[in-house]
């Protein structure tokens, strides 16, 4: 069982981390998250310029035994997804916090990252 | 009450997630499915599938018993052989598929799991019913069964015994001393591997039985599977699961189980297959590989040209062959061989070939 917090990212109580950068926010499952899952077999990625509402659906990430939906951490439009897990979903078990990421936001509501959990209180829960 | 292998603790230090099925906490993977699944295709694993049953048929009308409730005449199981099929209820339709192994003057039946009660008490009802002279008794907590299955399964279990296990051949099934313990050998399996599965009584005994085929596997790689790899693994050989394949009543003919119907004989359910094959116009098992990407799971509805034309009952992404895989209920004018069905996943449609099982071949191995 792998658990790595890492201090400089945001949470949810649904194990994505969001890294915030000026306006982007990048987004991805926590390592506890892929290696609760285990095997990850395939990635749908939502299309890019999509507006997206936080608590909306924006991925799907299975293994060879579940379906797991994931959800948007924050609200926005989606500028970016990671294209590589289409071919290599298994990417973010090897590296959930780096290779692994889903896509990234342009944040339209600042105030929602005050929401956010930050890494002790995501350990908490974990 | 869920209710736990006498190994659950023993799979616990090795590593096992656990999780619930059909009223057993079993484990579902200890290292990685799809690591699990290959080691099983390329050389061996060891499985606990205690939450399978176990049901003694005893008494002068055993034979007759079972030839009444199943497919299978049983008078032509001679001693030492093991048999797959089916007890159907009087509409047709499958109550449970099973082997039954026939050792000397009695037999064990071996029901999926949960299923002991009602197999046991439908046996013996009918025995009543028919004044057929046996009786059908659940043991199946006095037994535990392995399953060690895979290309080395043999090598590796043979190190534990001196009879030469080539002599059990397939179907077969005896009493052994295996690991300094007197069990039951059959050259059975759910896997499409080369394969053999041990009921072991009592239970405590099991525990020493596993560590000593484990360390007799070492050479090989052998690696402790659970139940998800045991899914995936049934699934690419195209092999049934009671639970997915014939839930809401489905009959052996609808299942494609042609093969192992035996009409030379009377049995329960019989008169309403051979009205339904009489029809033909039935809906039948079908396998599937993905051609495009995505992964079909139970109850994904399976289209022609838009129209509905069946419904997934078992799906995975197939670690053999890295598409997904897929096996359901398919109308019989759609069903021919390589023709291209859609199956629906999350509204989107994904295009599957239609093939005929194993969906992976007895040689992958050795070519991969």
């Known amino acids: 069982m792998s658990n790595e917090v890492k201090s400089d990212l945001k949470y949810t109580d649904s194990h994505e981390w969001i890294k915030i950068k000026g306006k982007t926010a990048k987004v991805g499952i926590t390592d506890h998250a892929q290696s609760e899952l285990t095997d990850i077999v395939f990635v749908e990625l939502p299309e890019v310029g999509k507006e997206i509402k936080k608590g ?40 959930p916090y ?3 990421w889903l896509i990234e936001i342009e944040i339209s509501n600042n105030s929602e990252i005050n929401d956010l959990l930050d890494s002790d209180s995501y350990k908490k829960i974990i | 009450m869920v209710k736990r292998s006498p190994l659950f603790n023993l799979q616990k230090t090795l590593g096992a997630r656990f999780t619930e099925f059909a009223g057993f906490e079993m484990p579902i993977q200890y290292s990685s499915i799809k690591e699990e699944h290959l080691t099983v295709r390329k050389t061996v694993g060891i499985f606990d599938v205690s939450h399978m049953s176990n049901v003694w048929i005893t008494g002068p009308g055993a034979e007759k018993l079972i030839s009444l409730t199943t497919l299978e005449d049983a008078s032509k199981i001679e001693n030492n052989k093991s048999q797959y099929t089916a007890i159907l209820r009087e509409d047709g339709t499958v109550i449970d598929d099973t082997i039954f192994m026939h050792l000397e003057d009695k037999y064990m039946m071996i029901p999926n799991a949960g299923a002991d009660e009602i197999v046991t008490n439908w046996l013996n009802e009918k025995a009543k019913e028919h004044n057929i002279d046996a009786l059908a008794e659940n043991v199946s907590d006095d037994y535990v069964i392995l399953a060690i299955q895979g290309p080395k399964s043999r090598d590796a279990i043979q190190k ?138 139970q109850d994904c509805e399976i289209k022609k040209d838009g129209k509905k034309i069946g419904v997934v009952t078992s799906g995975t992404m197939s670690p053999c062959l890295n598409s997904g895989i897929a096996m359901g209920y398919v109308h019989p004018d759609y069903r021919e061989k390589e023709s291209i069905v859609e199956i629906m996943i999350r509204d989107k449609s994904v295009k599957a070939k239609v093939v005929r099982p194993p969906i992976v071949p007895k040689d992958w191995a050795s070519q991969n």
């Open chain 1, 56 to 95: 909306e659906e924006i991925c799907i990430v299975e293994s060879v035994k579940s379906v797991t939906e994931i959800y948007a951490p924050i609200s926005g439009k989606i500028t970016n997804v990671n294209k590589k897990l289409e071919e290599s979903p298994e990417i973010i078990n090897e590296s």
């Open chain 1, 98 to 100: 780096d290779e692994g």
């Open chain 2, 160 to 297: 534990l015994t001196k009879t030469d296990i080539k002599t059990v051949g397939f179907f077969g099934c005896q009493y052994i001393n295996l690991a300094g313990v007197d069990c039951i050998i059959s050259h059975t399996g759910y896997t499409g591997e080369l394969g053999f599965e041990l009921q072991i009584t009592p239970p405590k005994k099991a525990e020493d039985v596993f560590k000593k085929i484990l360390e007799a596997g070492k050479d090989y790689g052998i690696r402790p599977i659970g139940l998800g790899a045991r899914d995936t693994l049934r699934l690419e050989k195209g092999f049934i699961l009671a639970g997915n394949e014939f839930k809401g009543g489905r009959t052996p003919l609808e299942a494609v189980m042609s093969y192992f119907i035996n009409w030379d004989h009377d049995f329960i359910g019989k008169d309403e297959l051979l009205k339904q094959k009489e029809k033909g116009d039935y809906e039948r098992l079908t396998s599937m590989i993905c051609i495009e990407k995505g992964i079909p799971r």
